[in-house]
């Protein structure tokens, strides 16, 4: 069968390098060597001086690369493929076209429940579309209440507690904690700094989250150990485990936390000088690889991910694998330079580019077809 799609989107306005070059640039002299004073720079200029950071205002959205590798794929399936852009008239464009099936990769244009825009849209107009309704898309993207499911299922993740203001968490906090703003993905919004190891550190964190982000810190207890990233596929009982990617913090550069932070996805892990940071498979125990699985598969149980979705994983001090984000709009980078868990899992699944696209697009459509 063959279908006249829509594919829905948000695009980069700058790319993460553009703005890094940028920021560099105004920051620094002729003599300034990255790997040299990189960290002194993020110190100085990114988060004791926030608001000068570099802008990550775009970083869930895609380039304009991805945008045509994921056209060019519904295309190489037999598909007619419309682009339409998540902006104000979005709604207008959908009602308009009127398409069989959407495929929906927009991260939305604001607020906290942006990623449930279009699939919000689909719903009013009763068009179907790839991924996760817009109940789940938006739970996951509020970090808290998905923990709270999580942990209603008694599946593993970190404690916690959210705050916008020092003086409104727990009177006795033990440390090392991990500070993230409560609405955000694709790593924005988490630094080096995001470890804390004191009162001091942790209320810096707290005001750059609130005056940089304008929303609440999620603080939550920092797990210890080792850390993977888990690609998802399918739907029900048939959903699959792709190869589980191990993150080797290990290549994180010296005098760094031990996290996938903004400064180590967006310079230090580029096309160009590309970092040894990602094993796919992992390589741990079996005993552990399968413990790795069933978690993944209950969270994606317990929330009612559809389609696909990457889950980030990391194990606390007692080796037990801890759900620490939920994606149900993974990246996906085209091209093998880039270090796109994904596409990396789906590849060593073996499945292509173009054919991970389609797969995804079938198992909305035969999801969709089971619910009639």
Same mark, same amino acid.
């Given at each position: ?85 998540? !902006? ?6 959908? $009602?308009? #076209?009127? =398409?069989? @099936? &959407?495929?929906?990769?927009? /991260? +939305?244009? *604001? ?52 705050? !916008? ?6 009177? $006795?906090? #033990?440390? =090392?904690? @991990? &500070?993230?703003?409560?609405? /955000? +993905?694709? *790593? ?64 994180? =550069? ?75 709009? =993974? ?42």
């Amino acid at each position: 069968y063959f279908l006249k799609l829509a594919l829905t989107f948000n695009i980069k306005k700058d790319s993460a390098n553009e703005l890094s070059a940028a920021a560099l640039s105004d920051k620094s002299d002729e003599s300034f060597s990255p790997k040299r004073d990189f960290k002194k720079y993020l110190s100085e200029n990114l988060i004791e001086n926030y608001p000068e950071r570099i802008d990550d205002t775009f970083a869930e959205w895609d380039s304009e690369e991805t945008i045509e590798a994921v056209k060019s794929a519904l295309e190489a399936g037999g598909h007619e493929v419309n682009l339409i852009e998540c !902006d104000k008239d979005a709604y207008d464009k959908l $009602k308009t #076209l009127n =398409p069989e @099936f &959407v495929f929906n990769v927009a /991260e +939305g244009l *604001s607020g906290s429940s942006r990623e449930s825009q279009i699939p919000s849209m689909l719903e009013m107009l009763n068009i179907p579309y790839t991924g996760s309704d817009s109940i789940t898309t938006g739970i996951c993207h509020d970090k808290s209440r998905c923990k709270e499911i999580l942990s209603y299922y008694k599946i593993p993740n970190s404690k916690f507690f959210i705050t !916008d203001a020092i003086h409104k968490t727990e009177k $006795k906090i #033990l440390f =090392p904690k @991990f &500070v993230k703003p409560l609405h /955000e +993905g694709s *790593s924005k919004g988490i630094y080096n700094s995001s470890v804390v190891n004191n009162s001091s550190e942790l209320r810096n964190e707290i005001l750059r989250i609130k005056e940089c982000y304008y929303q609440p810190s999620i603080v939550e207890d920092f797990l210890e150990g080792k850390e993977f990233t888990v690609a998802m596929l399918g739907n029900g009982d048939d959903v699959k485990v792709l190869p589980i990617v191990e993150i080797n913090l290990d290549a994180v =550069p010296e005098g760094f936390n031990k996290i996938y932070s903004y400064e180590v996805k967006w310079f230090f892990d580029t096309r160009e000088n590309k970092l040894d940071i990602f094993k796919c498979p992992a390589d741990i125990e079996p005993e552990l690889y399968k413990q790795i699985e069933d978690v993944c598969k209950a969270a994606y149980q317990a929330l009612r991910i559809r389609d696909w979705a990457r889950i980030d994983v990391r194990l606390d001090r007692n080796n037990i694998p801890n759900i620490v984000e939920i994606n149900p709009l =993974p990246g996906i980078l085209p091209d093998p330079a880039d270090n796109s868990c994904y596409p990396k899992a789906a590849r060593e699944y073996g499945l292509d580019y173009n054919s991970m696209i389609n797969t995804v697009l079938n198992c909305a459509v035969q999801r969709t077809l089971m619910q009639k």
